[in-house]
């Protein structure tokens, strides 16, 4: 449960940033820092949830809190509760026309961002979200990489069977209308929630892609993308979604379910286990075209033995 102990004077934000945090001592302050240099002609709020960090960020947290009272909201968790409750919760709470999203350990490159996203919905109420590209950044302790771009984006609409496909949106360069219901049927059921906002979202309008980096996003030890992926939970999460969006999903879930069945069966491979076959078989079943001919010759010399 989060207390609203520190609470800004905004009454009208146009604007609500939705920040939530936790362990981000590191990052926390370039995350708001990105929101404060943003250069708009409205009034915005920026609500930051923090899940019970155990390091420095909560006292960041309240010092910016205390600095900047008219716009920093605090909801300070008594315990952890995790990511599934304060992603949603958090934007709950916010009061804006607007949810703008920027994770803690995240943040805002472009000044203009805010002004310029909010300037293309104001004039196209027809959209209900639109996103921007973004500097992939490398922040291991053990190795590192140069950024790079996080993905390909053209200007133009996307569907939500393009979001569902490949990993194609930047969360922290997203801004949506505060206008969808909440919590879903499904989401204890869900590996990440911003798929399902997004095709929730492609439900009440289109979706615009902007070929401009406007944010850093970052991956390192402790970032959600960066634990362990389970591709069995992920296709407890697959088939959540298209429960939760009534079967509309269901002819573009083959393809999806034949890669992760053929990613265990890689992995079946590497430890000589006989679940290869069992896996490989499950990924012919749903897409035949998704095993390679290497590692089609590789199930025929497991079947000579």
């Excluded at 310029?116 to 919905?121: A, G, H, L, N, T």
């Excluded at 219901?181 to 439900?203: A, G, N, S, T, V």
Aim: glycine residues 2%; charged residues 25%.
């Amino acid at each position: 449960m989060a207390i609203n102990n520190t609470k800004n004077k905004n009454d009208n934000p146009l604007v609500s940033i939705d920040i939530i945090t936790y362990n981000h001592e590191k990052y926390i302050s370039d995350a708001i820092e990105g929101v404060l240099q943003q250069n708009v002609n409205f009034e915005y709020e920026i609500v930051i949830c923090d899940d019970c960090s155990t390091d420095n960020t909560r006292n960041i947290l309240i010092d910016y809190q205390q600095r900047y009272p008219s716009l920093i909201t605090l909801r300070l968790n008594k315990s952890n509760q995790g990511l599934k409750v304060n992603y949603f919760e958090n934007k709950i709470a916010c009061r804006g026309k607007y949810i703008a999203i920027c994770e803690g350990d995240d943040y805002w490159t472009d000044p203009l961002k805010l002004q310029k996203q909010v300037d293309f919905m104001e004039q196209h109420p027809e959209y209900s979200m639109v996103f921007t590209n973004a500097m992939e950044v490398f922040d291991y302790q053990t190795w590192t990489k140069e950024p790079s771009l996080f993905c390909s984006l053209e200007n133009r609409d996307y569907t939500g069977i393009e979001l569902l496909l490949k990993w194609t949106v930047p969360t922290a360069t997203v801004l949506f209308r505060n206008n969808i219901p909440y919590p879903f049927k499904h989401m204890d059921q869900f590996m990440f929630y911003d798929i399902p906002l997004f095709l929730r979202l492609c439900e009440y309008g289109k979706i615009r892609g902007i070929n401009e980096t406007t944010a850093i996003y970052r991956r390192h030890d402790t970032s959600i993308t960066n634990q362990e992926f389970s591709n069995k939970k992920y296709l407890i999460h697959l088939k959540a979604l298209n429960s939760e969006f009534e079967g509309k999903l269901k002819s573009y879930l083959p393809h999806l379910f034949g890669e992760q069945y053929y990613q265990l069966a890689k992995t079946a491979y590497k430890r000589k286990s006989l679940l290869t076959l069992y896996y490989a078989i499950l990924s012919l079943h749903y897409d035949s075209s998704i095993i390679t001919p290497l590692f089609h010759r590789k199930l025929q010399q497991l079947l000579k033995h």
